[in-house]
């Protein structure tokens, strides 16, 4: 009810509405007028704050630098998170992390022009079984069933290191093949 009041009338007054600008000197001569009254007035003029923008872009700046810090800081702290939910599962870590970072070592030595396709193979499959193992620490984190986690966390390891043996025997018997034929080959 009262819309249909309103619509009527803006109806009622259409084309009354004074939508000129005042002229020149208007609000001079509305003060004078105002202090003829006895009252005091004065002109009110709007002060540009020039501090507004660089606090803006100052405090958009922290923001950022706080969020990218605590992403950082997020990473950095899950090996710490998981040795403080199992300090068994980081010794292992340490354990298993070095004989692997050895062999991989080793089959990096071992790469030859007929190896090199296995060993590319191989590390594309340890990549894949790294970022599982780092699925496996989030779960972890996040309170899943410890017991069955920390098992898949050491049979992941478990898969990296017999993959590795099983890439060296290879290469060995690669390198035996090779040696045979080349001494079985006459001129």
């Given at each position: 009810m009262e819309k249909d009041n309103l619509e009527e009338l803006f109806k009622n007054m259409q084309g009354a509405f004074d939508t000129e600008e005042p002229a020149k000197g208007h609000q001079m001569r509305f003060l004078e007028k105002?202090?003829?009254?006895?009252?005091?007035?004065?002109t009110v003029t709007k002060?540009?704050?020039?501090?507004?923008?660089p606090l803006s872009i100052a405090a958009?700046?922290?923001?950022?630098?706080?969020?990218?810090?605590?992403?950082?800081n997020s990473n950095t702290s899950l090996e710490n998170q998981v040795a403080e939910i199992s300090p068994e599962v980081a010794k292992s870590q340490f354990y298993f992390a070095?004989?692997?970072e050895e062999?991989?070592?080793?089959?990096?030595?071992?790469e030859t022009p007929e190896t090199k396709k296995i060993i590319s193979d191989t590390m594309v499959q340890?990549?894949?079984?790294?970022?599982d193992y780092q699925n496996l620490e989030k779960e972890l984190i996040k309170g899943g069933n410890s017991k069955l986690i920390l098992s898949a966390m050491i049979t992941n390891f478990q898969t990296r290191i017999d993959l590795l043996n099983d890439v060296l025997s290879q290469i060995?018997?690669?390198?035996?093949?090779k040696n045979y034929n080349d001494e079985n080959f006459t001129i």
């Open positions: 105002l202090n003829s009254t006895g009252e005091k007035a004065t002060k540009k704050s020039w501090l507004w923008k958009s700046i922290a923001i950022l630098l706080g969020l990218a810090y605590g992403q950082l070095s004989l692997i062999q991989v070592k080793e089959l990096e030595a071992e340890l990549k894949t079984l790294e970022t060995e018997t690669i390198k035996n093949l």
